[in-house]
């Protein structure tokens, strides 16, 4: 089941967020998260589209991003906070990709970040653009709500 609440807490009254939603997620039941309690914090309600984008970048990320990656603070590489504000999906796709041809081809923005990074390449992913583009879904969610989510301290993934 996947619990979309405010704080987390489902039976909290000062939840700040005006939605708290329980979803039935039987159209999910291929979906091997869904197997486990899973809590997301929403700002807003999000469509049954978006939630099985969400939930499936959340794993993406896991599986291949978040040794390396947080959204708010620098790991081995930058917080991701906000990047589809920061950065175009056109420049994110590829990048994600394959980074390495992105700095290779002389791309500003890369070459920077690269020598900010020492030099730390960021490994290729054989990801379609549809994963990357659930990666970014569950990260712009996760920019929106993280501020609760480090506040509040109850949620758990
Ligand atoms: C082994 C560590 C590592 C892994 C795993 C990794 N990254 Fe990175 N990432 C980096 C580093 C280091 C940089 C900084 C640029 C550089 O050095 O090439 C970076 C940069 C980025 C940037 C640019 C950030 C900005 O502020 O412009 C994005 C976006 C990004 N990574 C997304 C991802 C995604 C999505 C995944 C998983 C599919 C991922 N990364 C996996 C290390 C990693």
Redesign the pocket.
Known sequence: MVVLAGTGLLDTQETPFSEAVVLDTTAMANDSLSQQAHVVAVSDTLSQEDLAAVTAGNA??KG??A???AVNDVV???A?HD?TK??PVAW?VP??KN?SKV?ASGDEYAVK??NQ?Q?????S?Q?SDAE?KN?LKYLEVESRTSVSVATTGVIAY
């Open positions: 993406l990320f291949n991003c040794q390396c990656h081995v590489g930058p991701l990047i920061r950065r994110l990048w994600v980074s700095v970040l690269f990074y030099q730390q390449q960021m490994p992913f990801l990357i990666i």
